[in-house]
């Protein structure tokens, strides 16, 4: 007998590909993207500026539809769902943390947190943990103009945990954090992988934060070049395969 799967992976991305624009202005932003994550798995993808990895990161969480392929998250099928039933899919198991943090500037960062909140059990305690846990306690009631671009990071970053997510998802969450801010998140990160076997993508340009990941993959022109394990927690390292990645696809183009 045929017994479906019980656990599907939680990120499952099949052929995908994404395009912006008509005619001579039509980008390949992704070409044909094979990607598997799996439960507990923490990823980070690596790729110059233009490669696609904001686009891919917006298709995992079903904020982009694609022009081919198909998006699996937790095994659904993300076409299937109208808006609504993606709406609270997304609510309910994805933590996003946008490239450019999408606060609401006339909330204060505690109401910026509290705003996606899926129900009131306990929020204003679990507002405040995280507001803590990512030292902004003392600048819960500033708008976000109010606030440092770290610091608004950083609501952003609490805001995408309020719901526990399963999956999270962040475009270059660190950019604006200093090296001990970024490094305190991605610990935070680390922990939530290992310890609470949540799944985790980040998009990063510094090997400093995705030598926490397990595996980077790097994305060049909208293709998959490549994937590697992180061995050791070491930027170098991860410098050096990265560019080994790149140094491969241009062989493979000129072979
Ligand atoms: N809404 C859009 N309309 C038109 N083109 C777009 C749009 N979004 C992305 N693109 C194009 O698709 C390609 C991939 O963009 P994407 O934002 O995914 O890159 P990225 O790897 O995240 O870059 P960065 O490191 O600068 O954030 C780029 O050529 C970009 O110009
Ligand atoms: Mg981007």
């Known amino acids: 007998m045929n017994h479906p799967n019980p656990s599907p992976p939680p990120l499952e991305v099949k052929s995908v590909t994404k395009l912006f624009g008509k005619n001579e202005t039509r980008v390949r932003a992704l070409d044909q993207i094979d990607l598997t994550i799996k439960q507990g798995e923490f990823v980070a993808i690596m790729g110059a500026s233009g490669s696609g990895k904001s686009t891919l990161l917006h298709v995992m969480a079903g904020l982009t539809v694609v022009d081919g392929g ?120 680390n922990e939530l992988s290992q310890d609470d076997g949540r799944t985790i993508v980040v998009v990063t340009h510094e090997p400093t934060v995705a030598m926490w990941a397990d595996r980077v993959v790097v994305l060049q022109d909208g293709k998959s070049m490549s994937s590697f394990p992180v061995e050791k927690r070491d930027p170098q390292a991860v410098a050096l395969g990265y560019q080994n990645a790149l140094n491969l696809a241009q062989e493979l183009r000129f072979s």
Do not use: M, Y
């Open 70 to 189: 198909e998006v699996r998250v937790e095994g659904k099928d993300l076409a299937t769902l109208n808006d609504t039933a993606l709406t609270f899919f997304r609510r309910d198991r994805i933590g996003l943390v946008f490239q450019n943090f999408n606060l609401i500037p006339v909330l204060s960062a505690r109401d910026n947190v509290k705003l996606p909140a899926a129900d009131d059990t306990n929020l204003d305690q679990r507002t405040t943990e995280l507001l803590t846990r990512l030292g902004l306690s003392e600048r819960q009631h500033h708008k976000p103009d109010g606030l440092s671009g770290g610091e608004q990071q950083r609501v952003a970053i609490a805001r995408a945990l309020i719901n526990d997510p399963a999956i999270i998802l962040a475009d270059e969450p660190t950019g604006s954090l200093d090296s001990v801010a970024g490094q305190d998140f991605c610990q935070l990160l």
